[in-house]
Each structure stands twice: as structure tokens, then as C-alpha cells.
């Protein structure tokens, strides 16, 4: 097994070797931090399989803390935030998404926000657990966001990481892509296409080797034998980001809600497609975090100026902190 410490291959003189790890469909081959857990259920005229961990403090405090990915990450990416957050009493729940890393790569299956959120209550269900604290990081932000309009009497609080969707790409022009095209775009992706585009979009230009295995699990995943299912899948669910806004719906939220944002971020699902016009329009993360304050009830923001679209990995020791003091 390959874990996220060695998973990321440096030449000498700094290049990165193309022809690292080969995973499979499922991120078989790369190991996780603690357990892999699977929760089967019944969706959609098949039997889907979940992976997940449950981390259990050696000092409970009673609170449990759902953690939901991003579209380029999985639950292990969560690593150091599940340490800070087991040290401090909480019991951790780090979900794979169906579509996801550890989780099934179904062949037919319909993407959408509300039954990703459908699927993961049913998973806290099965575990006996009726009241969460959501922290969701890019996509899973909108996921969390998601969840807490359908199930608010299970959300305590709500915390998003650089959450995407906080503005409506379609309405302000970006030009829609086909599930066609963006599988087109997913085949045969390289980790070198990966760090470039997390480079530019989500760091500010800047690079760390801690960034790396990331990259490296994601591209092994490409490597290996499932890579048309994994493309397949990543083509829909970019779909479901793209076409299925939330950020209309801010003003119903009725949980307390945090958002932390990278002031350095500028994410903006079909972005590169856009005229330059409407380029120039997109992915401000600072007016649209404070835009999101401004109609979520009982949101407060936490701005990091000098950090981008993935906090907890930058600038893990601001990022905990913020994040405990928020939670407290």
C-alpha cells in the first residue's frame, strides 16, 4: 500500500515523476490514516458501496463532525484536521462520495446535490448519529450546503472551507459544457495537468511538496485500470457542480453557519471556457464570501488574506485554530 506520505515521486532537481503510482477504481493501492469502513445501501436500482472512516476520540465531548471533500480531494485529505479535531474530544466522520476516491464508480447513476446528501444521512442514520457539526471544503461545501436545507434539524453548525457555488457560473455567462466534453477533458489526465491547474487556481502560484500527495492520488487513480470509469464519473459530477447552483438558496439556511475563506482563491467551475469578460467577473472569493455573510442568517466570516483555496492544507496551524475557535 502506498499512504499520502510516500505517495508523491520527486526527481532530482525538483520534477516529479509522471509514471508514479497506478491506482485502482476504487483508489485501491493507496492507504488512509485510519480504517476504511463501507456502508452499502440500495440507490437507484443498484447496491452502491460508501467508504468512509470513523475516527473515535480517546476524550469524547459528545459532539460529532461530518467532514465532506472537495471535488479534487477525498476524506484522507482531512488528515490533520481529523487529528485536531479527535484530540480535542470531537468523533470524526470523513466520507468518500459515491463517485469518489474509496467509494463506487457506478456506470449509470443520476448526480445530484440532494441525493449525495440522501446518501450520506442514511450513512449517519445507520450509525446512530441524529446531530451533526458539517464542515465541507470546495464541492463539499455544496454538498454540506445541500444537506442542511434538507435536513436542518440534524445540522448544529455548519462550516464552509472555500466552499464553490457561491455564485451561479450560468447566470453570469459561462458557456455550458456537455458530459460529453468534460469526460473528453478527464481522460487521460496527468498529475503534471493537475499541479499546474492547483498551482494557478487554488495557491496562488505557489507550491509545496506537502501538496503533493494529493496530487499523486488523484493522477494514480487516472494511471490505472479504472480510469475511464473514474473519468466517466468525474465528467458527471462536474456536471451536477455545474448545473445545479445553491447560492440562491443561501437565505433559507437556518443553522448557524461559518464561512472561511482564501482570499487568494479563484475557483470557477468552466471558467477557462468563458470569454475573457466574463472571466474577469469570476471566482472574487472575497466579495463573494462577504456577499454569502450578507444573506446567510447567522453567518459569520473568517478571512485568510494570504491564502488560496485549500486553507487547511497552506496554512494548516492558522487554519485549526480559526477552525477550533469557531467550533468552540
Known amino acids: 500500500m502506498v499512504s499520502a506520505l510516500t505517495a508523491g515521486l520527486v526527481l532530482s532537481g525538483g520534477a516529479h515523476a509522471e509514471d508514479g503510482p497506478a491506482y485502482g477504481p476504487n483508489l485501491e493501492g493507496f492507504s488512509y490514516p485510519w480504517p476504511v469502513k463501507i456502508f452499502a445501501f440500495p440507490s ?24 465532506l471533500h472537495g471535488k479534487n480531494f477525498c476524506a484522507a485529505t482531512w488528515e490533520q484536521t481529523i487529528h485536531v479535531l479527535s484530540n480535542a474530544g470531537w468523533r470524526v466522520i470523513a466520507t468518500d462520495q459515491i463517485g469518489f476516491c474509496k467509494s463506487d464508480k457506478p456506470e449509470n447513476y443520476q448526480f445530484s446535490f440532494g441525493q449525495l446528501a440522501l446518501n450520506t444521512h442514511a450513512l449517519l442514520e445507520s450509525l446512530s448519529i441524529h446531530e451533526t457539526t458539517l464542515i465541507g471544503h470546495s464541492t463539499g461545501g455544496m454538498l454540506a450546503i445541500r444537506y442542511a436545507l434538507m435536513f436542518p434539524a440534524a445540522v448544529h453548525q455548519l462550516v464552509l472551507v472555500d466552499p464553490v457555488g457561491l455564485e451561479d457560473w450560468q447566470e453570469k455567462g459561462v458557456p455550458y459544457r456537455s458530459v460529453d466534453a468534460w469526460y473528453a477533458s478527464e481522460r487521460g489526465k496527468t498529475a503534471d495537468q493537475i499541479r499546474a491547474y ?126 477550533m475557535d469557531a467550533l468552540r
Open 198 to 323: 492547483e498551482k494557478k487556481v487554488y495557491y496562488d502560484g505557489h507550491w509545496q511538496p506537502s501538496f503533493e500527495p494529493w496530487v499523486q492520488m488523484l493522477a494514480g487513480m487516472y494511471r490505472g485500470p479504472g480510469r475511464d470509469a473514474v473519468a466517466w464519473n468525474s465528467a458527471r459530477l462536474y456536471d451536477m457542480i455545474f448545473t445545479q447552483p445553491v447560492v440562491h438558496e443561501f437565505p433559507k439556511l437556518t443553522v448557524p453557519t461559518v464561512l472561511m475563506i482564501g482570499d487568494k482563491d479563484i475557483t470557477a467551475i468552466g471558467g477557462d471556457a468563458a470569454s475573457p469578460e466574463v472571466r474577469a467577473t469570476l471566482g472574487h472569493y472575497p466579495e463573494l464570501g462577504r456577499a454569502a455573510t450578507s444573506v446567510i442568517p447567522h453567518a459569520r466570516l473568517i478571512e485568510f488574506p494570504a491564502l488560496g483555496h485549500t486553507p487547511q492544507l497552506q496554512d494548516p496551524a492558522a487554519f485549526h485554530e480559526k477552525l
Open 44 to 67: 437507484q436500482r443498484q447496491t452502491l458501496h460508501m467508504a468512509y472512516m470513523d475516527v473515535q476520540p480517546d476524550h469524547p465531548n459528545g459532539r460529532v463532525a461530518v467532514l
